[in-house]
Each structure stands twice: as structure tokens, then as C-alpha cells.
């Protein structure tokens, strides 16, 4: 199993950028896969979560819809479209692939709980300047 992130920068603030979490050696249609970063200093929050099985997304309010979380299945690939960046964003950004089972029950009440998630990439760092 391996899951590799990419897409992260520096970027201004105001701006946008997407990253990829590319997955492979695992049934990407039956899993899940979410967005977290840890700040320095801070713990690793949960930002977004998409059932590959359904469709179905999760997202942290404090986000107040800055970001979007998709998957493209024929590439195995689930994506963090991040706009209107602030430096407060700031972080390494990891994604993590629940293989389940029981995603629509466990992860519409748990996604945020970094202990659902079998697998983890190795992070992408994300900078936004002033």
C-alpha cells in the first residue's frame, strides 16, 4: 500500500493549490480517503474525507468552504483543491486511506479520528506567505 502527496508550495496569500494524494495497492473504490495537516507546534486536524465507495464528503467547518476534496477512481487519485489561502494554513498536508469496513457508518461519525485511517502518506509541506 502507498499513498504519495503532491502539490505542495509556497504560495501567497489569496491563492490556491491543489494537491494529489496518488494511492495504489489497494481497492481505491472501497476505501475512504482523508485530508489532515499538523501545523508546527499543533496536532494533526482532520480538514475533509471522501467515501470512494458513495461519493460522500466530510469537512471541517473552521474550512468555511475554502477547500474542496474530490477523487478521480480511473486514476486512483483524491485530490485537495485549496483556495483563498491564508497564512494560517500553513502546514504539512497528509492524506490517509480507510480501507474499512462500515465507512458511511464509522467515518460520518468518526472521520476526524486520526485512528480510523490504515495508511498515511508521508506529507507534502504547504506554505502560504503574507
Known amino acids: 500500500v502507498q499513498l504519495v502527496e503532491s502539490g505542495g508550495g509556497l504560495v501567497q496569500a489569496g491563492g490556491s493549490l491543489r494537491l494529489a494524494c496518488a494511492a495504489s495497492?489497494?481497492?481505491?473504490?472501497?476505501?475512504?480517503i482523508a485530508w489532515f495537516r499538523q501545523a508546527p507546534g499543533k496536532g494533526r486536524e482532520g480538514l475533509a474525507c471522501?467515501?470512494?465507495?458513495?461519493?460522500?464528503?466530510h469537512y471541517a467547518d473552521f474550512l468555511k468552504g475554502r477547500f474542496t476534496i474530490s477523487s478521480d477512481t480511473a486514476k486512483n487519485t483524491t485530490y485537495l483543491q485549496m483556495n483563498h489561502l491564508e497564512p494560517e494554513d500553513t502546514a504539512v498536508y497528509y492524506c490517509?486511506?480507510?480501507?474499512?469496513?462500515?465507512?458511511?457508518?464509522?467515518?460520518?461519525?468518526?472521520?476526524?479520528?486520526?485512528?480510523?485511517?490504515?495508511?498515511w502518506g508521508q506529507g507534502a509541506q504547504v506554505t502560504v506567505s503574507s
Open positions: 495497492g489497494f481497492s481505491f473504490d472501497g476505501s475512504a
Open positions: 471522501i467515501r470512494n465507495t458513495d461519493g460522500g464528503t
Open positions: 490517509a486511506a480507510d480501507l474499512g469496513p462500515f465507512l458511511l457508518l464509522r467515518l460520518s461519525l468518526f472521520w476526524r479520528d486520526r485512528g480510523q485511517y490504515d495508511y
